[in-house]
């Protein structure tokens, strides 16, 4: 790859690389994504054209390991991209060209980030001599988020004759684009029809199998000569273009894409068809897709030098492409591989506590829409909750179209080929990290009305099951949390144990904590009338409340040896023999797959996949986590901490593209030289696919958002608390100066500049209040059209 900041070139076509950087080259609005798979080409082993429309779901049953289970997937939707060609005479089969065929010369691909278009650059050169030079540009629309277009120019370089150009809309698709689910069911479409609107324009409609969404998609394509149409499963126009030398023919295609999920809509075919109808040509579809962006753009404002700016760049790049703001008038949550692939089926998991970070201070209405989705499944979170036999609200560990847990029950571990039991819907912190993002939210935006409606009712329900989970050991004379799973997900289970599930996972419990004593504290300060209405509706009483303050105050956090147990007898487990199978295995960050496949299991071993207690330093700055403990009866030194994350370092594989994100962030205030070998590692995450093979499946939202975010608040100590931008910068040699601005509490364009030794804030003119800015052992209001350089501490 080459390029400018801006620019991301693939100079050769490698088809054993294909797959990464279609995810990579994927362009989306918010409302739906394509991948950056070329037009010429159809699903196969090498290439996939998947199209993904946000919260799009729909469910079937498969016959897996001689049980029937259903899984809800994310839809791969019509494939709205096929366009090929070929030459009068063409040598090879069907005499198509495409980048697989032997008359390539020349392959070039080109991800423009500040426009947001895709171009690719093919020369062919066939037995007799023909040169042919083809060059595309292509839009997914971010100012209509309902279109897509592609332009196509055909150049004879030195021939003259009839180019064949075949244009598709093609609903013969599946969900194939992950290996290890191919065995499951995948015919998600029905009722396909096809038809032509005009002489210029086809559609095609179709049906989810079983959430019954209906979508219509209509293509307009034109060039200088006619196109003739055939229809069946794909709605064809065919167009014969007479070629001379050095002069270029264009053909433009003009896509529309609707579901019955849209609002104002009554029929998806009609509104793609009328909405194509209108849609103008494409320089001026291009000029509002450009200025759209420049909107973006400035609203996200980063300057990070060299490599790493480059980097953060691409993943802002794709955070807009997932979460732009017309996210905000869907109902859908974080999908944790983006809109770019069928990883994860699409679902909705904890990503969100990585994401909505970095979104609060920019697109804080999308943050808002991405909250409202949990607070409209809330009432399917308290019928999980009563049906496990507790109070409140169990949100699920994965999350789709209503809410219900979508965790599959059975998983294929792809060393051994065996199907296993899943057991990570017992990772009910994903309630914990719900609350933490309303909180965060509302510091970040201001917003009291969501804080003291929707956000005040779904960390009340998560309170109450967190009281209610919690029991009391006479012993101990503390409250313990049994039978879960921790961020870790390599351990479900006590060695030999008969039944899933670990006692006194230290974040889990800490973050409840956290939560019950926040929402008490929120209870306090609601407006009275609020107040009633909220403790009336609940059915909430003082008994109740007294538990909650009980529980937050003596939840048991176990220790062994110094530092902060992962969970209740992790201590006790075997050491692990690290080398010996980085020796044999090279890559061990899959490590339950590597010792499953060995006939061991990591529930014996103290090994972690990710970050686990140490997601707590990711969460809370070192003060806040040494009153979390201490408001729980335990003393948390620099010392204890300093030894928890050494311990943790050299007992962690790293098998998830957030733990290296994690550890960065904690070591640039424990261990400053070492972060930045883990800062570079989430930041080449997907762009070197360091999982091996997962980035083509999509990209990692999570640790995409989370080096943004790095930058905003984990390097610069930000915090929104109290009303004001607190700030305790730790500076890394590898990045001393950078910029960015924020949009916080009615503020837009907010800049801070960091250099070596101080900070610069520019707060653009208005007529809001100043900003309390607050540093090490100083405070200053920064007025609306004022500058200020604050020295920082040595």
């Not at 060393?415 to 939210?441: C, E, F, K, M, T």
């Amino acid at each position: 790859m080459s390029g400018e900041q801006w620019t991301w070139e693939y100079e050769e076509y490698v088809p054993e690389r294909e797959n990464l950087r279609e995810t990579l080259c994927t362009l989306g609005n918010g409302y739906f994504a394509t991948r950056g798979a070329a037009p010429e080409c159809a699903a196969d082993g090498v290439h996939y054209p998947g199209t993904y429309v946000a919260g799009c779901y729909n469910r079937l049953t498969s016959g897996v390991a001689g049980r029937r289970v259903e899984n809800e997937d994310m839809v791969n939707l019509p494939n709205w991209l096929p366009l090929r060609y070929r030459l009068d005479g063409g040598t090879e089969p069907g005499g198509w060209l495409g980048p697989d065929a032997e008359e390539m010369t020349d392959h070039r691909q080109t991800l423009d980030l500040r426009n947001g278009t895709l171009e690719r650059v093919v020369r062919y050169e066939d037995d007799r001599g023909r040169r042919l030079a083809v060059r595309q540009w292509r839009v997914v629309h971010m100012a209509d988020p309902h279109l897509a277009a592609l332009r196509t120019e055909f150049t004879a370089e030195n021939w003259a004759g009839a180019l064949e150009v075949e244009a598709a809309l093609d609903g013969d698709v599946r969900n194939a684009g992950v290996t290890r689910y191919r065995e499951l069911a995948s015919r998600h479409l029905t009722h396909v029809h096809t038809g032509d609107a005009t002489p210029d324009t086809v559609w095609l409609r179709c049906r989810t199998r079983t959430s019954d969404i209906r979508v219509g998609m209509a293509a307009r394509t034109t060039a200088a000569v006619p196109a003739t149409a055939r229809h069946g499963v794909r709605a064809v126009q065919r167009f014969r273009l007479e070629l001379t030398p050095g002069r270029t023919a264009v053909v433009d295609k003009t896509v529309a894409l609707h579901t019955s999920r849209d609002p104002a809509i009554s029929d998806p075919l009609h509104a793609a068809v009328d909405r194509v109808r209108h849609a103008p040509g494409f320089e001026a579809l291009l000029a509002t897709h450009r200025t759209a962006w420049r909107q973006l753009w400035r609203r996200a404002e980063l300057e990070v030098p060299d490599q790493a700016g480059r980097i953060l760049r691409l993943h802002l790049f794709h955070v807009l492409q997932t979460l732009s703001p017309h996210t905000a008038d869907l109902d859908v949550g974080v999908p944790a591989r983006g809109l770019h692939g069928e990883a994860y089926r699409g679902h909705v998991f904890w990503d969100e506590l990585f994401v909505l970070p970095y979104l609060n201070l920019h697109f804080p209405e999308v943050s808002r829409a991405l909250l409202t989705y949990r607070h409209r499944r809330l009432e399917r979170a308290r019928f999980a909750a009563r049906d496990a036999g507790r109070a409140g609200a169990l949100y699920p560990w994965q999350s789709g179209s209503d809410g219900r847990e979508e965790t599959q029950q059975l998983h294929l571990n792809p060393r051994s080929g065996r199907w296993l039991p899943d057991h990570s819907r017992l990772q009910h912190h994903v309630g914990s990290a719900i609350a933490y993002n309303v909180w965060q939210y509302c510091e970040a935006s201001g917003d009291a009305e969501f804080l003291h409606t929707k956000g005040a009712e779904m960390l009340l329900q998560i309170a109450r099951f967190w009281a209610g989970s919690a029991t009391y050991d006479g012993g101990l004379g503390r409250y313990r949390v049994r039978g879960v799973m921790g961020p870790d997900e390599y351990h479900d289970a006590y060695p030999d144990a008969d039944r899933p599930g670990l006692d006194d996972n230290a974040y889990t419990n800490v973050t409840a904590a956290w939560v019950l004593a926040r929402t008490l504290a929120l209870l306090r300060d609601l407006p009275e009338p609020r107040r009633r209405e909220l403790v009336e509706r609940t059915e909430l009483h003082q008994d109740e409340l007294a538990l909650w303050e009980d529980v937050s105050r003596r939840l048991h956090v176990p220790f062994h040896s110094g530092v902060i147990s992962q969970f209740e007898g992790f201590g006790d487990l075997a050491e692990l023999d690290w080398g010996r199978l980085r020796e044999r295995y090279g890559d061990i960050r899959r490590l339950d797959r590597i010792l499953e496949a060995e006939g061991d299991t990591v529930n014996r071993y103290q090994a972690s996949k990710q970050a686990d207690v140490l997601m707590l330093g990711y969460l809370f700055s070192p003060a806040e986590l040494r009153g979390l403990l201490g408001r729980l009866g335990y003393a948390l030194d620099d010392a204890t901490w300093h030894r928890t994350v050494d311990y943790y370092l050299q007992r962690t594989s790293h098998g998830s593209t957030l733990s290296g994100l994690v550890h960065g962030w904690v070591l640039a205030r424990v261990r400053r030289a070492e972060a930045w070998r883990f800062c570079q590692e989430a930041l080449e995450g997907d762009i070197a696919d360091v999982q091996g093979g997962t980035t083509g499946e999509g990209v990692h939202l999570g640790a995409m958002a989370g080096t943004l975010d790095l930058v905003q608040r984990g390097l610069t100590g930000l915090e929104t608390r109290g009303g004001a931008l607190r700030l305790d910068p730790v500076p890394l040699p590898e990045l001393s100066e950078y910029c960015f601005t924020l949009r916080y509490h009615g503020h837009w364009g907010v800049s801070l500049r960091m250099t070596p030794g101080s900070l610069h804030v520019t707060v653009p003119d208005s007529g809001r209040s100043p900003i309390d800015v607050e540093l090490p052992g100083r405070a200053v209001l920064v007025e609306p059209g004022q500058s200020r350089e604050l020295p920082l501490p040595g």
